[in-house]
């Protein structure tokens, strides 16, 4: 059974930085796409950042040059670094894995940007 797990998320002050993790688990020999997606209150989940098997990137303009998203495919592991972080970035952070074509999901980490 496949698994995604997120952590990282946390309480932080505007400006501040934090990185946040997601590992799959299961019978998983190769992984697709993987991506970084968020859910604000009351806003609809949208896409924060993807990268693809052969590490290109693609950013949301709101997060370009202050979020970088990385990722290692002998831990089966998906990176978001996020450097300058503003309230407006306070969200639940979901990490998405394309396994053998069926897309996964995580179950989510808050981070809150506040002082």
């Known amino acids: 059974q496949v698994q995604l797990v997120e952590s990282g998320g946390g309480l932080v002050q505007p400006g501040g930085s934090l990185r946040l993790s997601c590992a799959a688990s299961?019978?998983?020999?190769?992984?697709?796409?993987m991506g970084w997606y968020r859910q604000a209150p009351g806003k609809q989940r949208e896409l924060v950042a993807t990268v693809s098997t052969n590490g290109n990137t693609n950013y949301a303009d709101s997060v370009k040059g202050r979020f970088t998203i990385s990722r290692d495919n002998a831990k089966k592991t998906v990176y978001l670094q996020m450097n300058s972080l503003k309230p407006e970035d306070t969200a639940v952070y979901y990490c998405?894995?394309?396994?053998?074509?069926?897309?996964?999901w995580g179950k989510g980490t808050l981070v809150s940007v506040s002082s």
């Open positions: 998405n894995a394309v396994i053998y074509g069926i897309p996964y």
């Open positions: 299961g019978n998983i020999f190769s992984i697709g796409p």
